[in-house]
């Protein structure tokens, strides 16, 4: 019986192909990971800034009210809190942080905002070089 055609050699380009898309994918899996942990280390440092910022009142600015004991927040007061609290934060390895916003829009919740640079462990052709990642936290003073 005469052999019609010669399979030799042809596992090699499967072997290529799927450990190239095995490389593709662990490279996909790391980004997306090290994205994730870095968006979590950031809210939890804008979460800790606008519990910050909603303590950020005198005891001159707190209201008796129908509904209780109410403190009144300024953005002023708001904002000095948060960047006093991010500056004194330590270095946590944040590319180019920022406040992007700490404000009281209501007056009895703290809205803040950070930013920061983001990078991937490996860069590659399927992954972006990095981008700017933000988050916004919001906390409430609350007298019970």
């Known amino acids: ?3 019609l055609r010669d399979d030799d050699g042809s596992i090699l380009p499967l072997t290529i192909f799927f450990g190239l898309l095995s490389l593709a994918l662990v490279l996909l899996v790391v980004a997306a990971t090290s994205l994730y942990l870095e968006r979590k280390r950031l ?7 606008a519990i910050v910022g909603a303590e950020a009142f ?17 953005s002023t007061a ?3 809190a948060v960047t006093d609290y991010v500056s004194a934060a ?12 700490a404000v009281s829009a209501d007056g009895r919740s703290a809205t803040v905002e950070l930013s920061a640079h983001w990078h991937p ?9 990095g981008f700017r990642i933000e988050v916004t936290a919001v906390a409430r003073s609350v007298f019970e």
Do not use: I, K, N, Y
Not at 43 to 49: K, R
Not at 58 to 74: C, F, I, K, N, S
Not at 90 to 101: K, Q, T, Y
């Open 121 to 129: 462990p490996v860069v590659s052709l399927l992954v972006p070089d």
């Open 1 to 3: 019986m005469r052999r």
């Open 58 to 74: 005198d005891l001159d600015d707190v209201t008796m009210t129908a509904a209780g004991v109410r403190p009144e927040l300024h």
């Open 90 to 101: 330590p270095d946590r390895g944040f590319e180019s942080l920022a406040v992007e916003r």
């Open 43 to 49: 809210f939890t440092l804008a979460d800790g800034a």
């Open 78 to 80: 708001v904002a000095a």
